[in-house]
Each structure stands twice: as structure tokens, then as C-alpha cells.
């Protein structure tokens, strides 16, 4: 069994893969956290809480000074009986306190991993494949039931957490606070590492020690946000890519969030992370509940390499659903940064006609092809084709695209609405807008009121009319701004602040339907690149565009960073024109081909002006990355020279046997009279033999691991890369 009860201790111990997490109820049912790390066969208290009475350190018992819970490491506190650290909940009450205590009352363990309602989360194909362990808590004063969900993969390195509060008392109750998980180290030897970015420069990696107070990342921007991922990770000192204790958080959610680690007086250690409390609020009726998103905790003994490895896997085969997540993506032409908005369908054709003539799969077909939307300024909600540009309609442009042997794609924004719009004049309530307050827009354009069923019905129906009548393979859903005046006109007043979450259930909900409705369809998530790149929107769509920027250079940063979490055949990847059009940079064609190699192979140029070297170039790019797409969109991927430390990137991809291996090394600057360096393999079995494709050369696994690759001396140059491909004999 994976979850263990002890009822004489009176202690959980969950057991994952390689991972053990140990609790225990303690006095009149507090909940105490004991462990979580490498697994542990039994646990018998070798490190013991010790009891010590510390001043100012309240108590709960008169006649015991050394019990405080401003000491102990707590699986769910609260606040404001001797805890003085951030709790993970927090109640209002009727008469406007704010005090609860929550005490174990009883619990279940059971086979599998029971869905969250309304919300996206992990899952297990079969029942054997997982443990849950559901304890139930409770406030005896305002019968406030909170129920403690934690599920155990039983071939994972991970415990997934999140929380369901029931109001069982007869009077009204605010949830001010309802984060999905908090963990109590009793220690603070740990560094913190969080992804942070921008638009056009997410996924960037920065960590630095734990310090007295709290370090914490959060969103209040609507979305997950490309300002912070909502992931973090706390690291032992010295642990690295490849070795080391590594705890990682990641939140199956898209919405406002917050992460944080908390070091007391004590050196103690409170990770937490949720739903934002900033400007959340959710009223709970008698009889009414609650549901938190879910919370994924990865511990790896290997690293940051190990964690991500397993969240790859994870978020891959179980959280990713539909008849895509096995299958291999295609290799698409895009549109956009080939014509903007000024196009017609015999463009798009010729666009088509080359790409089908260079092997590629896919002409999506990006902004601008509804109703007078020949810039950013009008007409998002109107989904009614512009006939204009395509005089003959969709299904005719759709239908010669796929007389050519290649699928089509179609763009859409189905969360705004522009003002200038048939849309807007008809509903002018229909966006998130509070009364007498200005309506801010952001790219010219507000955002729909999701939480309104009458505005996702409406949605729906008008996104489905276009699926249901033209031969569409891929929709590219994208949401390119924040939100603003964040308010309902269909909610009272005492239920304002529950519009973010409610617009994110709304979200959840349109996207179930529509995509269920059309399994056939591959759906790419986007938001602006990747300021929605969460867990939340891969149960729903399984890739997102990372990034806008497609600049190669600045792509290994984002690249790279977004791995830690996210699988590659999640990330998707262009090759763009130069100058590039985000920084304006000139890089080689190869170098562009083999940074988007690294992720869902496209482009995203105008293919009909490439030179005739160009379009030899690129059909042996489309060709060379049909040999290896299995190999990089399902094999396991290794960092080995981070692009955040130094002139070089190196990664690889391995099959799961290690018989065919992959690896990409980029350069961005030459230098003077350089150093010759090397890049040492990992991932690879080192009692293989592997022969270096295109070569006679045979290499020990041993030798490529311990003694590397010399890098070539012909890279010679800025923006360099290079490639080599390996078969185990």
C-alpha cells in the first residue's frame, strides 16, 4: 500500500515511488507535518519535535507552556490561536472574526484519484496506479468541515494536495484564504527558485537563498501571468541539475495565485501555495462548498533534473488528456508574422502551397479572418467570417488547404471582446467592468465576463458554429491581455471578489465543452506566448505557444526555463524571419531550425519569399525533424549547459531505453583566441556503445558521460549550433 495508518502512532505515512511524507495527530487532533523526502521504510520518530517553552509563543494549554503552534510544523494551520505565521485558510464569521480551529476528526483511504469538480487536475487511468488519503477536519464552534485531500503515484515521486471546505453550520461564512497545500520544514537550508519574465521573455530562472520573512511570487493579473509561473521549487544548498534534494510546487491552475516560503524565528521553513487572497473572497452559505485547484509536489533526490523529468511525465500521460497526448504533433506554417492582417485567401494559399511543397503539415491561419478585423482595434467576439478577405468563406479556403494533403488551423481570441464590436453594442454589460469606474483596454480590447453562464453559452455557440462548419484540425486559442476593473454585473455585492475564480470555473467549463465536443481537433492554449502556460490549461489543450518572441537567442532562456516544469512536446516553436521581429536580430537559418527542433516544430515567415538555398534549407529541416519527432516530443530530456550561466546552451533528448540519443549545443557569441570546451552527456547508459550518425565513430556511453564531447572548432561565429546524433549499437 501506498498510504499507511498507524493507529497506535497515530500517524499517515504516504509512500510514492522514491518519496515518503509522514504525519500525525497530536493532543485533542491537531494535525502535525513530520516528513517529506527520500523514502523511508518505517519512520519512528529519529528526529523527533521537541516541546521548548519560548516566550511570546502562546498556548493553547494553561497548564503546558512548551505546546505552541507558533513552534510546530502544522500539515494545514490557522490563525490567530498561537500561530503567528501566514496560515494556509482563514474564515470570517458572521459577527466579522476571523478565528477558526480546525481538529482531525476522521479520514478514508482509497484505491485511485477522484476528479475535482469544475477544475482541472491529474488523473490515473487505473485505480492501482494511485492512493488517496481524504482527512477530515472540522471547527467545532461554526461546524466548518475541511477536507484534506492528498494523492499518492504510487511510480511518481509525487503527492498531489488540494482542499474542500462544507459549511455544515447554520450561519454565513467568508473564506478570506483557501490556499491548496502548506508544508513546515523545521529547518531553512534551502535556496529559492521560481520562473519570473515578461511578455516576450518568460520562463527566466532566478534563485537565491531562503532568508528570515517571506519570499513569494504571486499573479493578480487574471491569468497564471508571463510576470511569474506558478511554480516554485525550494532547493538544499549545493543541489544542482543533476544532484541534490529538490522540492518542487506547481499549481493546476490559470488564475490568480501565490507562492511562497516563510522562514521564522526559528529558521523553520512554510511553503505554501494557492488561490491569491489578494482581493479574493468566497461566501459560503450554509450547506454550500468549496473546492481548491489542485496542488502538484515533486520531490527529487536528483536534482532539478530529476524533478522536471517527473513532471514531464506526469503532466504528459496524466494530466494531459484526448486523442493527442500519445500522438505526434504536426509541423505547422503560421501565418502571422508573415502578413499580420493584411492578407486575403489567395495569399494564404500561396503560403500554403509552398509549405505543402517543403513537407509541411499544417497552414494555420492566425488573426484577421473575421468580421472587418483588419487591425487590433475592432471586432473580437464578432466570429463571423470577413468576406472581404475571404470572399468564398472559410470552408472553400479551408477545403483547397486540404486538397493540397495538409490540415488547417484557425485562430481565436474566444475570452475578448472589442468595443468596436456588433458584440459589445449588443452587451455592453458583458465584460468585466465595475459601474461608474472607466473601462481600461489593453491591445484596444476588454475582456468577457466568464463568469456569466449567458456569456459562455453565447461563446460557445459561436466558436462551435465555425468548428462544426469548416474542416478545422488545430485551433490556436489565444487571450492577449490582463484584467482590469474586475467585476460582475450579475453578482452582488458581498460576491464581487469571487469573479476572478468564478471567470476561471467559466473558462474551464467552455473549454471542456468545446474541446470535447471536437476530439479531433489539436487545441494550442495561448496568452500573448506564455502568459498562461500552466498546468490548468494542458488538462484542456496539450501545448502552448511559449513564447511571442521567436527570436532563437532569446528562445534558449525560455525554453530552457519553462522545462523545468513543462514537457517539450508541450512547447511550441517557430522559425521566424530575420531580422527577427521582436529584438531585430540576424541569426542563421540552421541555428533558428535547431532551437525550434527543440519543441513543436514550425514557422512563422512568409514561405513564399524564401530563396531557393532557403527552401532546400528548410524542407531538410522539416524531413530531419520527422526522423527525430518521436525522440523530442516523447523522450526524456537532459539540461546540460544552462544558457543563464554562461555563452553556451547544451540539452539532449534520450528514448526511454537509451538506444537513440540527441543533443543540441548553441553558442550565442564567439570570442577572441577562445578556451576549447566540452560538454559532458547524462541521461545515456553508460555501458552502451553508441556510433555517431553520419560518422564512423563509436563512443562508450561511459566515455561520453565522464570524459564529453569536444566542442567543434568549426563553430566559428555568433548565434553557432550544433548537433549530434547518436544510436546505441
Known amino acids: 500500500m501506498a498510504i499507511h495508518f498507524d493507529a497506535k502512532k497515530k500517524t499517515f505515512h504516504l509512500q510514492a515511488n522514491d518519496t515518503s511524507y509522514v504525519m500525525e495527530i497530536v493532543r485533542d487532533g491537531y494535525l502535525l507535518h513530520l516528513y517529506w523526502g527520500r523514502k523511508i521504510h518505517d519512520f519512528n520518530y529519529s528526529n523527533e519535535i521537541q516541546l521548548v517553552d519560548r516566550g511570546f509563543s502562546g498556548n493553547p494549554y494553561k497548564e503546558d507552556r512548551t505546546f505552541s503552534l507558533d513552534t510546530l510544523p502544522q500539515e494545514y494551520p490557522q490563525f490567530g490561536n498561537t500561530d503567528y505565521r501566514k496560515p494556509a485558510y482563514q474564515v470570517q464569521l458572521e459577527n466579522g472574526s ?12 482509497r484505491k485511485g484519484k477522484p476528479g475535482l469538480q469544475g477544475l482541472p487536475a491529474t488523473y490515473v487511468e487505473d485505480d492501482n496506479e494511485a492512493e488517496t488519503l481524504e482527512i477530515v477536519m472540522r471547527d467545532a464552534l461554526t461546524n466548518l468541515k475541511v477536507v484534506l485531500c492528498y494523492t499518492v503515484f504510487e511510480q511518481f515521486n509525487v503527492i498531489t494536495r488540494s482542499v474542500k471546505f462544507l459549511n455544515e453550520g447554520t450561519e454565513s461564512l467568508n473564506l478570506l484564504r483557501a490556499l491548496s497545500v502548506s508544508v513546515d520544514f523545521r529547518d531553512a537550508d534551502f535556496d529559492f527558485m521560481h520562473l519570473h519574465g515578461g511578455h516576450v521573455k518568460e520562463g527566466h530562472i532566478e534563485r537565491q537563498p531562503l532568508r528570515h520573512g517571506v519570499q513569494s511570487i504571486e499573479s493578480a493579473r487574471g491569468g497564471s501571468s508571463h510576470q511569474h509561473n506558478p511554480f516554485m521549487a525550494l532547493l538544499r544548498k ?30 523553520n521553513t512554510r511553503a505554501t501555495m494557492g488561490i491569491n487572497p489578494f482581493n479574493f473572497n468566497w461566501k459560503l452559505e450554509p450547506g454550500e462548498t468549496f473546492q481548491t485547484p489542485e496542488a502538484v509536489m515533486v520531490f527529487s533526490s536528483t536534482g532539478l533534473g530529476g524533478m522536471s523529468r517527473t513532471f514531464h511525465e506526469l503532466y504528459r500521460t496524466r494530466l494531459t488528456r484526448g486523442m493527442y497526448k500519445e500522438q505526434e504533433r504536426p509541423i505547422l506554417v503560421n501565418n502571422w508574422e508573415a502578413t499580420y492582417f493584411d492578407f486575403n485567401a489567395d495569399k494564404i494559399l500561396d503560403i500554403a502551397k509552398t509549405g505543402q511543397e517543403l513537407g509541411i503539415e499544417l497552414m494555420v491561419l492566425d488573426d484577421g479572418w473575421f468580421k472587418k478585423r483588419n487591425s487590433d482595434h475592432s471586432s ?6 470577413d468576406t472581404e478577405k475571404l470572399p468564398n468563406g472559410l470552408e472553400d479556403l479551408a477545403s483547397q488547404v486540404t486538397d493540397l494533403g495538409m490540415k488547417f488551423g484557425l485562430w481565436f481570441e474566444p475570452e475578448m471582446i472589442s468595443v468596436d464590436s456588433d458584440l459589445y453594442r449588443e452587451h455592453p454589460d458583458w465584460c468585466l467592468h465595475v459601474p461608474g469606474r472607466n ?22 455557440k459561436r466558436v462551435c458554429a465555425i ?35 468564478r471567470y476561471m470555473l467559466g473558462l474551464y467549463n467552455v473549454m471542456e465543452t468545446i474541446t ?36 532563437a537567442i532569446s528562445r534558449l532562456k525560455i525554453q530552457y526555463g519553462t522545462s523545468m516544469v ?87 533528448f534520450a528514448n526511454k531505453d537509451k538506444t537513440e540519443v540527441i543533443v543540441y549545443l548553441f553558442r550565442e557569441l564567439a570570442e577572441a583566441n577562445a578556451a576549447i570546451g566540452s560538454v559532458r552527456l547524462t541521461g545515456i547508459d553508460t555501458t552502451k556503445k553508441y556510433t555517431l550518425l553520419g560518422t564512423d565513430k563509436i563512443y562508450g556511453g561511459d566515455e561520453l558521460t565522464y570524459a564529453g564531447l569536444s566542442i567543434p572548432i568549426e563553430m566559428k561565429g555568433d548565434f553557432q549550433s550544433h548537433v549530434w546524433h547518436f544510436k546505441a549499437l
Open 439 to 460: 473601462r481600461s483596454e489593453s491591445r484596444n480590447q476588454l475582456v468577457l465576463d466568464f463568469s456569466r453562464a449567458d456569456v459562455c453559452e453565447e461563446i460557445t
Open 467 to 501: 468548428l462544426e462548419s469548416v474542416p478545422i484540425s488545430y485551433v490556436k486559442w489565444d487571450m492577449n491581455r490582463s484584467m482590469t476593473e474586475v467585476g460582475s454585473a450579475l453578482l452582488p455585492a458581498d460576491r464581487q471578489k469571487e469573479t476572478a475564480h
Open 238 to 267: 549545493g543541489a544542482d541539475e543533476h544532484t541534490g534534494d529538490v522540492y518542487g510546487f506547481s499549481f493546476v491552475y490559470s488564475g490568480n495565485f501565490l507562492a511562497q516560503a516563510e522562514v521564522d524565528q526559528f529558521n
Open 380 to 385: 473580437l467576439g464578432d466570429w463571423f467570417v
Open 516 to 551: 470535447s465536443r471536437f476530439p479531433e481537433i489539436l487545441f494550442e492554449s495561448c496568452s500573448g506566448g506564455g502568459g498562461r502556460f500552466d498546468p490548468g490549461m494542458l488538462y484542456y489543450m496539450p501545448q502552448t505557444w511559449t513564447s511571442d518572441n521567436t527570436d
Open 566 to 652: 513543462y514537457p517539450i512536446i508541450s512547447m511550441g516553436a517557430h522559425v521566424s524571419a530575420v531580422p527577427n521581429h521582436q529584438v531585430d536580430r540576424i541569426t542563421s537559418l540552421a541555428m533558428r531550425g535547431d532551437v525550434a527542433m527543440s519543441g513543436n516544430l514550425g514557422y512563422e515567415l512568409d514561405l513564399t519569399k524564401l530563396t531557393e538555398d532557403e527552401k532546400i534549407a528548410v524542407t531538410a529541416q522539416v524531413a530531419r525533424y520527422k526522423e527525430i519527432r518521436e525522440l523530442i516530443q516523447f523522450g526524456e530530456f537532459y539540461r546540460l549547459k544552462s544558457p543563464f550561466e554562461g555563452n553556451e546552451t547544451a540539452w539532449l
Open 98 to 109: 476571523t478565528i477558526s480551529d480546525l481538529r482531525y476528526e476522521s479520514h478514508i483511504i
